[in-house]
């Protein structure tokens, strides 16, 4: 897989905590969807996560160093709507558009994923990605709930919860009852409400 892009150089910020959530994590779970499952659930997250997060470091040598470690990413394992879902909690941002939430969803149900393994052939997993994030310090909202496509089309779905835990869990689970059939890409050609 080619290294992600390098968003225009600024000495005088990070922009770790946006490449990691919105570019290189994505990147890695579209092309790895069953993978990144595992791997996060496994004992060597904190390694797999630190592994990447080293990789943004050796490309960004002309800004501010990084302020967190893989260690300050916290996963929390979950179901939305019998959907494997992999949420990580990201070290508080400091700028809009970081990420306080990542998550990484299967479109198919517990049920369907154990039946497509079982098959020789079986369907591909795929996966829908999703962020909250931080605002604009005026926009009056606390949060900004956001998709991103495999090939990198950033959907903004608008104002979002407070940045905690169960109220994403919450919009998660909207998301998917706003389109229980044609549970898309954002921006895909069948993604048939953008």
Request: charged share 25%.
């Amino acid at each position: 897989m080619d290294e992600p892009p390098l968003p225009q150089s600024s000495k005088g910020e990070s922009k770790h905590h946006y490449l990691f959530a919105h570019i290189w994590l994505r990147q890695i779970a579209y092309a790895q969807p069953a993978g990144i499952f595992g791997v996060l659930a496994s004992s060597s997250r904190t390694s797999f996560l630190d592994n990447l997060l080293t990789r943004i470091d050796e490309k960004l040598t002309d800004c501010v160093p990084r302020s967190f470690t893989a260690a300050d990413i916290q996963f929390f394992p979950c179901l939305i709507d019998e959907r494997p879902c992999a949420i990580l909690q990201m070290p508080p941002p400091q700028k809009t558009p970081e990420a306080f939430f990542v998550a990484i969803m299967s479109r198919l149900r517990v049920e369907e994923v154990a039946a497509a393994q079982k098959k020789e052939n079986g369907m591909l997993m795929a996966i829908d990605y999703y962020t909250l994030e931080r605002p604009l310090p005026d926009a009056g909202i606390p949060s900004v709930f956001c998709g991103w496509s495999q090939d990198g089309v950033h959907v903004n779905y608008g104002a979002g919860a407070e940045p905690i835990l169960e109220a994403f869990k919450k919009l998660l689970e909207k998301r998917v009852e706003l389109k229980p059939m044609a549970f898309t890409t954002p921006g895909s050609a069948d993604n048939r409400d953008q």
